[in-house]
């Protein structure tokens, strides 16, 4: 083990659980979202390659808050931050769940791509339930179909190969 991936242009470690968000993925998900997101503030809770939130930071977001906990993946995202001279990026080395529960900031997009055996997305929702902004919405990447928990309204879902992924908003 120990090798890397490249995507484009950046660069991540190999580490247990790491998948990036498929392109295809990426975008449909822009297209639900809208191609600018210019003014937005942006979570990626379990960031991973970063690859979602580096491409929420390139389409105009005011803020990307991106948390990995594991250190040689979270030394990657700081590199790649700083090669790509990303002055909307803040980066955070912390547990995802942690970092959500004491977390105050509000946000419009939420992007929760867990480790797909892990119970993390049912806890992840319900602490952010009340930190989205009025219209926030929030991304789920799943291994498998996913039910959101009352509270959460499915606005867009689809499929491609191993990913499930939808796109939620409050539902009150």
């Given at each position: 083990?120990?090798?890397?991936?490249?995507?484009?242009?950046?660069?991540?470690?190999?580490?247990?659980?790491?998948?990036?968000?498929?392109?295809?993925?990426?975008?449909t998900l822009f297209n639900w979202l809208g191609q600018d997101l210019y003014g937005l503030r942006c979570?990626?809770?379990?960031?991973?390659?970063?690859?979602?939130?580096?491409?929420?930071?390139?389409?105009?977001?005011?803020?990307?808050?991106?948390?990995?906990?594991?250190?040689?993946?979270?030394?990657a995202l700081a590199a790649n931050v700083a090669k790509l001279r990303l002055g909307n990026v803040a980066?955070?080395?912390?547990?995802?769940?942690?970092?959500?529960?004491?977390?105050?900031?509000?946000?419009?997009?939420?992007?929760?791509?867990?480790?797909?055996?892990?119970?993390?997305?049912?806890?992840?929702?319900?602490?952010?339930?009340?930190?989205?902004?009025?219209?926030?919405?929030?991304?789920?990447?799943?291994?498998?179909?996913?039910?959101?928990?009352?509270?959460?309204?499915?606005?867009?879902?689809?499929?491609?190969?191993?990913?499930?992924?939808?796109?939620?908003?409050?539902?009150?």
């Amino acid at each position: 083990m120990g090798g890397s991936h490249r995507s484009r242009m950046l660069d991540f470690p190999d580490a247990p659980g790491l998948r990036p968000t498929p392109d295809r993925v990426r975008e449909t998900l822009f297209n639900w979202l809208g191609q600018d997101l210019y003014g937005l503030r942006c979570l990626d809770l379990f960031a991973g390659s970063g690859a979602l939130g580096f491409e929420a930071a390139s389409r105009g977001a005011e803020q990307v808050v991106m948390v990995e906990k594991n250190r040689q993946v979270h030394q990657a995202l700081a590199a790649n931050v700083a090669k790509l001279r990303l002055g909307n990026v803040a980066l955070h080395w912390a547990d995802g769940l942690e970092f959500a529960r004491g977390e105050t900031g509000r946000y419009d997009v939420v992007f929760l791509d867990p480790p797909f055996q892990s119970d993390y997305l049912p806890k992840a929702l319900d602490m952010l339930q009340y930190k989205l902004s009025e219209s926030g919405r929030v991304y789920v990447e799943t291994g498998v179909a996913y039910q959101p928990p009352q509270g959460w309204r499915v606005l867009k879902s689809k499929r491609a190969g191993q990913v499930n992924y939808q796109l939620l908003e409050r539902d009150d």
